[in-house]
């Protein structure tokens, strides 16, 4: 039976753009795939030995293209903003490979082992509990839903069911319910009795109250999580959603050396990897006691640091206050009068000019990140810089025999 021109041509009008868009779809997803003829960077950029080798080779080439599709599935699974950090580590590891076969008579072999290496580790990372749980937990802020219908597929995980707990306490748009959160409770619990029983008994939940039992038990979970992410800290939209509950969870609990794997952190770069702060904090940490001088004061101070580094940077204004500019004067005249032993005139000199380019970045970055006017930013910079020095310079001086506050 045939068809007349009109039908033939209404068809044609219907289905010519649908072909074309699904053309453009495939072209766009599937190009460079079709290509074939090299690797999923631009080779004309190459820079390092291992860039350059795999543009050399078709088979070196293919396996580039293969990492690069498993980064892809990775990305899929994490929050927008994390995956250029994805990249970047994905850089490191290729300079990584040009280090490891530098010396290496035959390097293309090198290469493709180093390269099959990676690729059995991706592959793992894919199929890891933890490290999809750790993905899904740093799209809570912008897609808790789909973040919880991740989570759901783990009840093994105490990582994963620590995280539904979290969503039907706090995240009522993640569409978990508080029975379903409750189910998930009992798991991770269980899971940390028969794990480690001692912290769970240490920090005694049923004592907690309930609002503040999810945080404790990411707290444990986080500490217990082997696998390593290849993205940093999925959970740092916790300490600017809710500071205080956040800030006591994950930081120094124990006195003890396992307060030395807080997860405290920030998500994302802040004025503290601006390179000026970086020379400062150099300066500082050279002077710093020995471990063996401190025992277990140390790990509760640096997780007292922390947690003060995580407010300077979300909450300044904290930090403005008369106090806390004093407490930089009273640390510069620790420096240069009760702490001889540690700095000659040249050294403090190189630290004090330290201090105030360090206050300066901070000063920009505040306004540039938290909307600070620049007399309010400048007050701030300043109050963090003394709290930051002080508690540093008093610890130097006292030889790491300060108790926490």
Excluded at 9 to 31: E, I, N
Aim: charged fraction near 25%; include cysteine.
């Amino acid at each position: 039976m045939g068809f007349s021109d009109e039908v033939r041509k209404c068809c044609l009008a219907v289905w010519l753009p649908c072909a074309l868009l699904v053309f453009a779809w495939l072209s766009f997803f599937t190009g460079p795939a079709f290509a074939a003829a090299g690797p999923s960077f631009d080779c004309a950029k190459a820079s390092i030995e291992a860039e350059k080798a795999i543009c050399a080779s078709d088979e070196l080439s293919q396996m580039d293209r293969q990492i690069a599709d498993l980064v892809a599935q990775m990305g899929a699974l994490v929050a927008p903003q994390k995956r250029p950090f994805m990249q970047e580590v994905e850089q490191e590891e290729r300079k990584s490979w040009s280090l490891g076969c530098a010396h290496v008579d035959d390097k293309p072999s090198c290469f493709r082992n180093a390269m099959q290496r990676h690729i059995v580790q991706l592959q793992a990372d894919l199929r890891d509990d933890d490290i999809l749980t750790m993905a899904a937990s740093s799209m809570i802020p912008s897609t808790p839903a789909k973040s919880a219908d991740i989570f759901r597929r783990y009840p093994g995980s105490a990582l994963a069911n620590s995280w539904l707990v979290y969503l039907a306490t706090h995240v009522p748009e993640a569409g978990v319910s508080p029975q379903e959160g409750e189910a998930a409770k009992a798991r991770a619990i269980a899971m940390f009795q028969e794990q480690t029983p001692g912290v769970l008994s240490m920090l005694d939940l049923p004592k907690r109250k309930p609002a503040d039992v999810p945080f404790f038990l990411l707290r444990i979970a986080l500490d217990q999580t082997n696998a390593e992410p290849i993205f940093s800290c999925p959970h740092g939209f916790m300490f600017e959603r809710d500071e205080g509950r956040a800030l006591i969870a994950f930081g120094g609990l124990f006195g003890s050396s396992m307060d030395g794997n807080d997860p405290v952190c920030q998500d994302g770069p802040t004025f503290m990897e601006l390179p000026a702060w970086q020379s400062l904090n150099d300066i500082l940490a050279a002077a710093l006691p020995d471990d063996a001088e401190t025992g277990s004061i140390r790990f509760a101070i640096y997780a007292d640091w922390a947690a003060d580094e995580v407010r300077a940077v979300n909450f300044p204004r904290q930090f403005d206050t008369r106090q806390h500019r004093r407490d930089k004067q009273r640390a510069i005249g620790l420096i240069r009068k009760q702490v001889p032993s540690v700095w000659d005139r040249s050294d403090v000199k190189t630290l004090l000019a330290a201090v105030e380019q360090g206050q300066s970045a901070a000063k920009k970055w505040l306004m540039q990140n938290r909307g600070l006017s620049a007399v309010e930013a400048s007050r701030c910079a300043e109050g963090i810089m003394g709290s930051y020095l002080a508690a540093r310079v008093e610890y130097i001086a006292a030889r790491g025999q300060v108790e926490p506050e």
